[in-house]
T-cell receptor, first 109, second 113 residues
Framework: DQQVKQNSPSLSVQEGRISILNCDYTNSMFDYFLWYKKYPAEGPTFLISISSIKDKNEDGRFTVFLNKSAKHLSLHIVPSQPGDSAVYFCAASYNDMRFGAGTRLTVKP | DARVTQTPRHKVTEMGQEVTMRCQPILGHNTVFWYRQTMMQGLELLAYFRNRAPLDDSGMPKDRFSAEMPDATLATLKIQPSEPRDSAVYFC???????????FGQGTRLTVV
């Protein structure tokens, strides 16, 4: 069963605008959430995380929001840059770590 | 520069052959994960270990896949016999402890013909 879902396979935004990537989860036991970025032929690299005791975490252009009641998290990238073009994976952790199917972000110059 | 190392990077094998993929986790990390990347399901968890003990391998086809961690510096994923549907990229990742990020290796691209 897919415990972590990213329902948008792709997203295209203009350079300088905001990118919003969404993720839903089903298991209320998850207590730590992460976003990873992946380029072709490379392993995923960690981007930002949030504990379930928080509802927002910010790191430069990247902000992750957590809505526990809705079992939903999102990643905001502001401003988006062409170098941000990659596949973004959402992950949720309790003991193990489960990933969504990914969203391919394309930032157009 | 600590990193997770996976070998081989690429493997082409014939159906029915045994395949062994290896992973060296980052020193001091107590948890090792094995994932398979598929188009439909993204990163699919196959198995994971904490302090070398297997905690969950329910994501693996039991009849053909096996995962072991013979020591703290080596994790292995074996497929015997391999089938064309096993063709995918297999990733290993390790993390220091709970509620920390996992670091990924570069993956092993497996092609079974």
């Amino acid at each position: 069963d897919q415990q972590v879902k990213q329902n948008s396979p792709s997203l295209s935004v203009q350079e300088g605008r905001i990118s919003i990537l969404n993720c839903d989860y089903t298991n209320s036991m998850f207590d730590y959430f992460l976003w990873y970025k992946k380029y072709p032929a490379e392993g995923p690299t960690f981007l930002i995380s949030i504990s379930s005791i928080k509802d927002k975490n910010e790191d430069g252009r990247f902000t992750v929001f957590l809505n526990k009641s809705a079992k939903h998290l999102s990643l905001h990238i502001v401003p988006s840059q062409p170098g941000d073009s990659a596949v973004y994976f959402c992950a949720a952790s309790y003991n193990d770590m489960r990933f969504g199917a990914g969203t391919r972000l394309t930032v157009k110059p | 520069d600590a990193r997770v190392t996976q070998t081989p990077r690429h493997k082409v094998t014939e159906m029915g052959q045994e395949v062994t993929m290896r992973c060296q986790p980052i020193l001091g990390h107590n948890t090792v994960f094995w994932y398979r990347q598929t188009m439909m399901q993204g990163l699919e968890l196959l198995a994971y270990f904490r302090n070398r003990a297997p905690l969950d391998d329910s994501g693996m086809p039991k009849d053909r896949f096996s995962a072991e961690m013979p020591d703290a510096t080596l994790a292995t994923l074996k497929i015997q016999p391999s089938e064309p549907r096993d063709s995918a990229v297999y990733f290993c990742a390790s993390r220091r402890t709970l509620n920390t990020e996992a670091f990924f290796g570069q993956g092993t691209r497996l092609t079974v013909v």
